[in-house]
């Protein structure tokens, strides 16, 4: 399984911004796996921001709800992480997953939030 993150950037307070997550691999289709966004802002833990099973009942972390949202395109196997309204502590690395009983990781894509 490959997952290749894109989408981070710059942004200011407020703004939005949209992750892609794309999979590839044998194993890495996104319609029957439990996708997931996860950060990490440094000298932090990794956390869970949202997940999304194969059949699209979706989760959020307190902190992201209302804000993010996180969604899923079968046919092109990509996961999506729309943030709006983003506040300087949303910055992180955002990393993607794929569990599949192991759980697969992609590169992290930076997301660093102005005041």
């Known amino acids: 399984v490959q997952l290749q993150a894109s989408g981070g950037g710059l942004v200011q307070a407020g703004g939005s911004l949209r992750l892609s997550c794309a999979a590839s691999g044998s194993r890495g289709r996104v319609g029957t796996a439990v996708m997931g966004w996860y950060r990490q802002a440094p000298g932090k833990e990794r956390e869970l921001v949202a997940s999304i099973t194969g059949g699209g009942l979706t989760n959020y972390a307190d902190s992201v709800t209302g804000r993010f949202t996180i969604s899923k395109d079968n046919a092109k196997n990509t996961v999506y992480l729309q943030m709006n309204s983003l506040k300087p502590e949303d910055t992180a690395v955002y990393y993607c997953?794929?569990?599949?009983?192991?759980?697969?990781w992609g590169q992290g894509t930076q997301v660093t939030v102005s005041s």
């Open positions: 997953s794929l569990r599949r009983g192991y759980v697969y």
